[in-house]
């Protein structure tokens, strides 16, 4: 019974890494390769180290599913919770599993990945806002499941869906408005990842100019703080973001 428990749950990872094919009993065909090299580019945990193909690299996948830490829910289950095929929740997981063997990343395995995209300047900030947006139940790691989520909204999502996880993004103490403090910490920590040689060269009193114009566009009322209604009707107002959203469409 224990060495059948034991199948089940190879054949589940496998399902969803896409190292097995439950029709054929076979590994996928070269078209994964294809959909799975336009992932690479897009994900913080996908870095741009080539994925070795799956015929490459069957042993090893049987020896490191064994070894996960962090067993992610069944294949339906994610389909009901995203808005990603099938296919593409098998390359997600599999991009998430090469960065992430033990199934989960922790803050600081986050901020050392996402290093890799901005070497020219320090990330460690941003990403450190950025790992709390994904980490939705606050316990300090990020799951398969907690990706995918995000990564649902922000290239599948609504408009209004985008615009609350941005919001979510930028209220750093999740207390449903956004203050001049903590829009400057966010941009500061955009700046910091730019990095300090960029052309034209940045000024240092930009972050905060960038605040001011924010709030001058988004905080109506002129109470101090942007909530998530006025940033909302703000973005949607503005052709330039509304482009920006738009652009997230065809990602994938």
């Known amino acids: 019974m224990r060495g059948q428990?034991?199948?089940?749950?190879?054949?589940?990872?496998?399902?969803?890494?896409?190292?097995?094919?439950?029709?054929?009993?076979?590994?996928?065909?070269?078209?994964?390769?294809a959909l799975k090299q336009r992932f690479l580019k897009l994900l913080p945990c996908c870095g741009p180290q080539a994925l070795p193909s799956v015929s490459e690299n069957s042993v090893e996948d049987e020896f490191?599913?064994?070894?996960?830490?962090?067993?992610?829910?069944?294949?339906?289950?994610?389909?009901?919770?995203?808005?990603?095929?099938?296919?593409?929740?098998?390359?997600l997981y599999r991009g998430f599993k090469n960065e992430c063997p033990s199934g989960i990343v922790n803050e600081e395995n986050?901020?050392?990945?996402?290093?890799?995209?901005?070497?020219?300047?320090?990330?460690?900030?941003?990403?450190?806002?950025?790992?709390?947006?994904?980490?939705?139940?606050?316990?300090?790691?990020?799951?398969?499941?907690?990706?995918?989520?995000?990564?649902s909204v922000i290239l599948r999502g609504t408009v209004d869906d985008r615009l609350n996880w941005a919001f979510n993004l930028y209220d750093l103490n999740k207390d449903g408005c956004i203050t001049k403090e903590e829009m400057l910490d966010i941009m500061k920590s955009i700046y910091d990842m730019m990095g300090k040689y960029t052309y034209p060269a940045l000024r240092e009193e930009a972050p905060r100019e960038h605040v001011e114009s924010f709030f001058q566009k988004m905080d109506r009322n002129k109470d101090g703080v942007v909530t998530i209604e006025e940033f909302i009707e703000s973005c949607q107002k503005d052709e330039n973001i509304m482009r920006s959203m738009q652009l997230f469409d065809n990602v994938i």
């Open 5 to 33: 428990g034991r199948k089940e749950s190879l054949s589940d990872s496998r399902d969803l890494d896409g190292s097995y094919d439950q029709l054929t009993g076979h590994p996928p065909g070269p078209t994964k390769k």
């Open 110 to 151: 986050f901020k050392q990945i996402y290093s890799q995209f901005f070497p020219q300047g320090d990330s460690s900030t941003y990403a450190t806002f950025l790992f709390n947006a994904f980490d939705t139940n606050h316990d300090g790691s990020v799951s398969f499941e907690d990706f995918v989520a995000g990564l």
């Open 64 to 91: 490191e599913l064994s070894t996960v830490c962090h067993r992610p829910e069944g294949l339906e289950q994610l389909q009901e919770q995203t808005k990603f095929t099938r296919k593409e929740l098998q390359v």
